[in-house]
């Protein structure tokens, strides 16, 4: 263990600086402000009143709900068909190259521009998926303007719009897997589907548990393209815990919304923790 | 590659900053003040139609010398009004700015960002006092109205109702009767877009007039606590009527946005329409007056038909800055905002969607028949009054969100007013209103 000290401390101050203005320092000043009614120029100490506000909000339950299964679904449909994808791609297929560019499309795209676009193709009368649905002789829904669908359809555009990162995360990891497993393989008569469960799956783990992880907090945490879509609506039916939050803070209750964001903070915390833990020791083994 | 990129940009900034700078003055009036080289700078939405104050603002140039720039920040509504606040705690407030008036400005705390101008009896003597009462603070005035006033009222297709037979209802009960004939006829009885924010809630919003008739103090109490949504007949009635216009709506009410509704109000779908008289300018400068002189407009109606009023959102206001350099300036423009020979302007390019809130100035023949006809009848009669917002401060977060659950059936208009409650009183909290 020695031998890693090799470098002076002082070589982590700049780090550390930077780590503490811009990190450490922050988390603590809202950890006071999420205590205060603030208005920017005063703030007056109220206790836990604020939090005591963020927990009996009206739609609070009905936003973490929503979290969960927008963070079950979401990553977990990431993380399958990503996978699914990435195995096509790096298969021996002839327009490998330009099938990859357009995974990758969507990931270039703003999420405000995507979420604006499929509002129009699933508007309900006039978006182009219900004309297709009627020319296929069904009856038109209401992807958006219906609390029975309106999160799903937002999770599969979240889906849609999450492929192309996890793809990409997926194709690294595959590749470098040495091929001289999958000759060796062969060589034994093991067929397909042998060498996915046997080769690919073990040796990509490691970027696996990366889709999870990203997957896992960024849909705990999203925010844009369910704005750009519903505005958490119709009702609450899509209203997230970042769309509660962002509701109380453009009321102008900024004290208010810092403590909201203090419980996502632990929230996600509490989450990840265990999540990581299990992922690495399933790695270990 | 840099330095090209860099030239470019300082020229074009220079083009930019040009007109400022060579304005060549000539003062015409001779009690009018120079301000030569002076750039007053205006924040706003993009939500104005700005034919009106392009005018003003053209002439004001001329008679003052100073230059005038649009700061325009984007869509209005919270996001407009989270950054009001922003700036104005930083410093970094323009030298003009435009916003609601009523409590919502009062909460600004304007003694210590705006210019009291209630000692110039130019600007105070013309301001109409209803208008008055919600840009001032104790004894102080500080806001002059941009555009004319608003109401909140439900617009009708006069064709639609005459080839129906339909006469204008004067209780809710003959209103959702003549939506039920509408149905009958196999047309749309009202166009509903839930799916942007602010249209939606209009028809509960806008029902405050009847809320005010059955307990004229309901703004007073509801600050101090003591009356609830809930527990106000007239309240939980405001919400119910959400509820009831759900199965009169437009097939796709919950995905329809305001830029839609529109579009499809002026082709004929919808015979009634539950929004703010402002949509007939959009609807005037989209399409013209063959569809503006087609509208009528009445109040949300209540109970009583002997007394049905009308709900009136007063004019967006303009501010001046007390802290910025030219604060003299920019009161000049204020006053010169409210002179005839700037109403006049106004006037000859923007038709009003309601009285101007300015004494003695009254509306020309060429404005609306909605409003000219329609909405200055219930202003005559007196039977208007100001929407909630200008005499309370509590204004829950969330009523978008309970108004569609209401207009969805997921609740009951007694949940929904309870909800409310339930929200206002935690905002009460941050607002500093001693609540129960």
């Given amino acids: 263990m020695k031998k890693n000290k090799i470098y002076h401390v002082g070589f982590i101050i700049p780090l550390l600086v930077v780590f503490t203005i811009f ?30 506000t963020f927990f009996t909000t009206n739609s609070l339950m009905q936003a973490l709900k929503n979290t969960f299964l927008y963070a079950l679904l979401g990553s977990g449909g990431i993380t399958i068909l990503a996978f699914i994808l990435a195995v096509f791609l790096t298969s021996k297929i002839k327009t490998k190259n330009f099938i990859r560019s357009a995974v990758f499309f969507p990931n270039l795209v703003s999420a ?26 069904g009856t038109r829904v209401d992807f958006l303007g219906s609390p029975d669908y309106a999160l799903l359809s937002v999770i599969l555009v979240t889906i849609w719009k999450g492929l192309s990162i996890a793809t990409v995360i997926y194709i690294a990891g595959i590749t470098s897997i040495d091929s001289d497993y999958f000759e060796a393989a062969a060589i034994d008569g093991a067929n397909g589907w042998d060498k996915l469960i046997h080769i690919t799956i073990p040796l990509a783990r490691s970027s696996i548990n990366t889709v999870i992880l990203l997957s896992v907090i960024g849909s705990f945490r999203s ?3 369910m704005w750009a879509m519903t505005k958490g609506g119709p009702g609450y039916a899509t209203d997230n815990m970042a769309s509660v939050i962002y509701k109380q803070y453009v009321s102008g209750f900024y004290g208010l919304s810092t403590a909201g964001n203090v419980v996502l903070f632990v929230l996600i915390l509490i989450l990840i923790v265990p999540l990581m833990k299990l992922l690495n020791w399933k790695k270990e083994s | 590659m840099k330095k090209k990129l860099l030239a470019g940009m300082l020229s074009a900034s220079m083009i930019l900053a040009g007109p400022g700078g060579s304005l060549v003055t000539e003062v015409f009036a001779e009690e009018a003040k ?5 750039t007053l700078t205006v924040m706003m939405t993009n939500e104005n139609t700005l034919d009106g104050f392009d005018a003003v603002v053209a002439a004001a140039e001329e008679k003052y010398g100073f230059t005038v720039e649009y700061d325009i920040t984007g869509p209005g509504g919270e996001e407009y009004n989270n950054l009001v606040r922003a700036r104005l705690a930083s410093g970094d407030m323009d030298d003009l700015m435009t916003y609601n008036s009523g409590a919502l400005f009062k909460q600004l705390n304007p003694k210590e960002y705006f210019v009291d101008v209630s000692d110039d009896a130019a600007i105070v003597d013309k301001l109409d006092d209803s208008f008055k009462e919600v840009v001032s603070v104790d004894d102080a005035v500080y806001g002059v109205p941009m555009t004319s006033s608003n109401a909140g009222c439900i617009l009708y297709n006069k064709k639609a109702y005459a080839d ?32 942007d924010g602010w249209p939606g809630i209009v028809t509960q919003f806008g029902d405050f007039y009847n809320v005010h008739a059955e307990n004229p103090n309901f703004a007073e109490e509801l600050d101090a606590g003591t009356t609830k949504w809930a527990t106000q007949p007239a309240g939980v009635k405001s919400y119910q009527k959400v ?14 946005g305001y830029a839609d509704a529109c579009d499809r109000f002026a082709e004929g779908e919808g015979v009634h329409w539950i929004i703010l008289t402002s949509v007939l300018s959009n609807l005037y400068s989209l399409y013209g007056e063959e569809v503006t002189d087609n509208i009528g407009a009445f109040g949300i109606p209540g109970d009583d038909p002997e007394n049905h009023g009308l709900t009136v959102w007063m004019p967006t206001a303009i501010y001046a800055n007390k802290n910025s350099e030219n604060a003299e300036a920019a009161k000049a423009f ?19 969607d309601g009285p101007y809130c300015i004494k003695g100035y009254e509306i020309s023949d060429e404005a609306f028949p909605a409003v000219r006809e329609d909405m200055q009848a219930y202003f005559d009669a007196g039977k208007t009054w100001p929407a909630l917002e200008f005499s309370s401060s509590l204004e829950a977060a969330d009523s978008i969100g309970v108004l569609q659950q209401l207009a969805l059936g997921e609740i009951t208009a007694e949940e929904g007013a309870k909800a409310i409650d339930k929200s206002l009183e935690s905002y009460a909290l941050q607002l500093g209103l001693e609540w129960d």
């Fill in chain 2, 164 to 195: 129906l037979g339909l006469e204008i209802p004067h209780t809710w009960d003959d209103f959702l009767a003549n939506c039920e004939k509408i149905k009958e006829a196999g047309q749309t009885p009202i166009m509903c877009a839930f799916g």
């Fill in chain 1, 223 to 225: 925010f844009d393209l």
């Fill in chain 2, 334 to 352: 204020m006053e010169f905002y409210v002179s005839e020979e700037a109403l006049a302007l106004y006037s000859e390019k923007v038709h009003p």
């Fill in chain 1, 23 to 52: 990190f450490l320092v922050p988390m603590v000043v809202s950890l006071y402000f999420s205590l205060t009614v603030w208005s920017f120029d005063s703030a007056k100490f109220c206790g836990l009143k604020n939090y005591i």
């Fill in chain 2, 34 to 38: 120079d301000f030569s080289g002076v």
């Fill in chain 1, 112 to 137: 405000i521009a995507v979420g604006i676009t499929f509002t129009a193709m699933m508007h309900p009368t006039k978006g182009i998926i219900n004309k297709f649905i009627e020319f296929l002789g």
């Fill in chain 2, 243 to 256: 509820a009831d216009i759900a199965p009169y709506c437009n097939e796709d009410y919950m995905s329809t």
